[in-house]
Antibody
Framework: EVQLSDSGGGLVQPGGSLRLSCAAS????????MSWVRQAPGKGLEWVSV????????YYADSVKGRFTISRDNSKNTLYLQMNNLRAEDTGVYYC???????????WGQGTLVTVYS | QSALTQPPSASGSPGQSVTISCTGT?????????VSWYQQYPGKAPKLMIY???KRPSGVPDRFSGSKSGNTASLTVSGLQAEDEADYYC???????????FGGGTKVTVL
């Protein structure tokens, strides 16, 4: 059974940093593109970033470009999202998601809450 | 880029059908076969219901079907059941930077 476990969320002040992790099991992690998708409180889904199978290709939403970095460690079956210079509008639940391809997500983590407050 | 356009709500009685639209542009929905639909219950992670416009993942009931015409994709839920009451989101490849665009979501109510 495929399982994705998100962690690393928390409270942080504007300008601060957080590193999210997503531990994967039940799949050949190194065979799939992986993504982060977020959801602000009471709002819809927003794609954040995707990383290729090898990690050599990374892509970001304009809203986070230059501030967030996606990475993966295939030896540890783990996906990461380093978030720097956080803003209030980055507040929300962050989900890691396994790519059926680059553009559809067939398995999701349970989500981890990031709250940026001042 | 703006989110794809979905109606905020839709409803139907048990056994009836409900169709949700998802309108974009020729740069995303209209120009892509990578249209997906997700179901989300409150406080839960989304679940993939349809991918590549009309394909169903294993385990998704065939009551759920997808289609596309021009710049508008649609999700139809036939034979509505109480358990179908949830939020539904469409998404599409957005044509650049491997970006995925989501719709604003539609709350489906089973009357």
């Amino acid at each position: 059974e495929v399982q994705l476990s998100d962690s690393g969320g928390g409270l942080v002040q504007p300008g601060g940093s957080l590193r999210l992790s997503c531990a994967a099991s039940g799949l050949t992690f190194s065979s799939y593109a992986m993504s982060w998708v977020r959801q602000a409180p009471g709002k819809g889904l927003e794609w954040v970033s995707v990383i290729s199978i090898s990690g050599s290709g990374t892509y970001y939403a304009d809203s986070v470009k230059g501030r967030f970095t996606i990475s993966r460690d295939n030896s540890k079956n783990t996906l990461y999202l380093q978030m720097n210079n956080l803003r209030a509008e980055d507040t929300g639940v962050y989900y890691c998601a396994k790519g059926l391809n680059y553009y559809s997500f067939d398995y999701w983590g349970q989500g981890t809450l990031v709250t940026v407050y001042s | 880029q703006s989110a794809l356009t979905q109606p905020p709500s839709a409803s139907g009685s048990p056994g009836q059908s409900v169709t949700i639209s998802c309108t974009g542009t020729s740069s995303d929905v209209g120009g892509s076969n990578y249209v997906s639909w997700y179901q989300q219950y409150p406080g839960k992670a989304p679940k993939l219901m349809i991918y590549e416009v009309r394909k169903r993942p294993s385990g998704v009931p065939d009551r759920f079907s997808g289609s596309k015409s021009g710049n508008t994709a649609s999700l139809t839920v036939s034979g509505l059941q109480a358990e179908d009451e949830a939020d539904y989101y469409c998404s599409s490849y957005a044509g650049s930077n491997q970006e995925v665009m989501f719709g604003g979501g539609t709350k489906v109510t089973v009357l």
